[in-house]
């Protein structure tokens, strides 16, 4: 049994911020910005899933994930299902999910071409608790003036479509090929609370759930890790303190304490179920 806090990446972002999230340094003046900090599990080791936060000042590039069989296809371990909970957003903010009718590959290839799938994309707006879960092939983009957790399949494979003219490489063949170019449905969410526990997502790639305050039994399968990811609070497991902003990494049989205003997110991989 054990509990691991997570070391911490920044990532410069020409989408990213100056003023991040508390508990997070801003960029020093003069650096260029932020977009995400990833939390990165300890030695040479690739775990089944990431958890990154997020922070726009500007739209994220028109993109899209394989799933497992394309991404292992092109070399890699496995596809990209991912899920966001919004922590902030600005009043005007939105995020791309789907198209709004369905698109073959020719007219997908040419409206990225020309730049019209910026406003194919429908665009949601979005506010701070709101929840959704991406699946690979899903055609996205998050906008500006958002700070997220994310909650992914652990590959860094991103096909982009369309930037808005940013000098950034696109992956234009690559990405309409894995496309699903269609209006996006949101898988219903699965509603169980039990014992301060909530299911949020329980897709085959990952399942997160959202625990209030209180003490937490955890028992993982041998071989299998579990991610803590605190979004208020404070608290411990197996001794090993934490607070918002942090994540840990959780293997064995472990207990969670909690203080009583506490929100925390529970992730592990889909093919290994509590």
Known sequence: MTATLLATK??????????????????????????????????DTAPDLLVKYLFTSEKLSVQVHPDDAAAQAAGYP?????????????PESTIALGTLASMDH??????????????????????????????????????????????????????????YGRPRELHLEAGVAVSNAVPFVAQAAPGRVANGRAILAEGPKFVLERWSGGDHEVTLPAGAAGWLVPVVGQGSADGVGWLAGDCLMLSG??????????DVLFAYAGDKRL
């Open 10 to 43: 920044r990532v410069e972002k020409p989408w990213g911020r100056q003023h991040l999230w508390p508990g997070f340094a801003d960029p020093a003046p003069g650096a260029e910005p932020v977009g995400e900090i990833w939390f990165e599990a300890p030695g």
């Open 78 to 90: 496995r596809g990209k299902d991912e899920a966001w909970l919004v922590l902030a957003a600005e």
């Open 106 to 163: 020719a007219a997908l290839r040419a409206t990225a071409l020309d730049g019209s799938i910026e406003h194919l994309l429908d665009w949601k707006p979005v506010k701070a608790g709101d929840f959704f879960y991406s699946p690979a092939r899903t055609i996205h983009a998050i906008g500006a003036g958002i700070t997220l957790i994310e909650v992914q399949q652990n590959v860094d494979l991103t096909y982009r479509l369309y930037d």
């Open 253 to 262: 049989q472990v207990t969670v304490t909690m203080a009583a205003e506490s």
